[in-house]
């Protein structure tokens, strides 16, 4: 391990959910449920594709790494400095869908950034939870 991966840190938020992957995976990927939860977007569930995340903070750009409908997503997510990525996995169960969003690579010289994520990534599942409620 180098002293800079030594020096990251991570946040992961995990939930299990009463919704099957494929309801998740869609509130995940398509852009107009996206913006229900989480912010408007030019996303698209395409390996290499540049995106925008807008908010009225400001905007995170990123860009689609992996792509495994229903399984796993995983993106980029640069703002203020910030090179991260976030990484959801869907896994079923009997009850509905475990799902796990990690986003690795906060560097210990960022720690608003780190709070920020700790704090925020709840609130954006209980949004997306609220939304998936709603979804036919």
């Known amino acids: 391990m180098t002293t800079t991966e030594a020096e990251t840190l991570s946040v992961v938020?995990?939930?299990?959910?009463?919704?099957?992957?494929?309801?998740?995976?869609?509130?995940?990927?398509?852009?107009?449920?996206?913006?229900?939860?989480?912010?408007?977007?030019?996303?698209?569930?395409v390996v290499d594709h540049r995106f925008k995340f807008s908010a009225d903070w400001g905007s995170v750009d990123g860009q689609v790494k992996e792509v495994e409908?229903?399984?796993?997503?995983?993106?980029?997510?640069?703002?203020?400095?910030?090179?991260?990525?976030?990484?959801?996995?869907?896994?079923?169960?009997?009850?509905?869908?475990q799902l796990r969003m990690e986003q690795v690579?906060?560097?210990?010289?960022?720690?608003?950034?780190?709070?920020g994520a700790r704090a925020g990534w709840p609130r954006f599942f209980a949004a997306l939870e609220q939304m998936l409620a709603r979804l036919d």
């Open 13 to 45: 938020v995990e939930r299990e959910m009463p919704f099957s992957p494929e309801k998740i995976w869609r509130a995940l990927t398509e852009t107009h449920l996206i913006e229900e939860w989480l912010m408007k977007n030019d996303f698209q569930p």
């Open 69 to 97: 409908p229903n399984r796993t997503l995983s993106y980029t997510w640069g703002a203020f400095g910030l090179g991260t990525l976030v990484t959801w996995t869907l896994t079923p169960t009997g009850a509905g869908t």
């Open 105 to 115: 690579g906060f560097r210990s010289d960022m720690p608003q950034a780190y709070h």
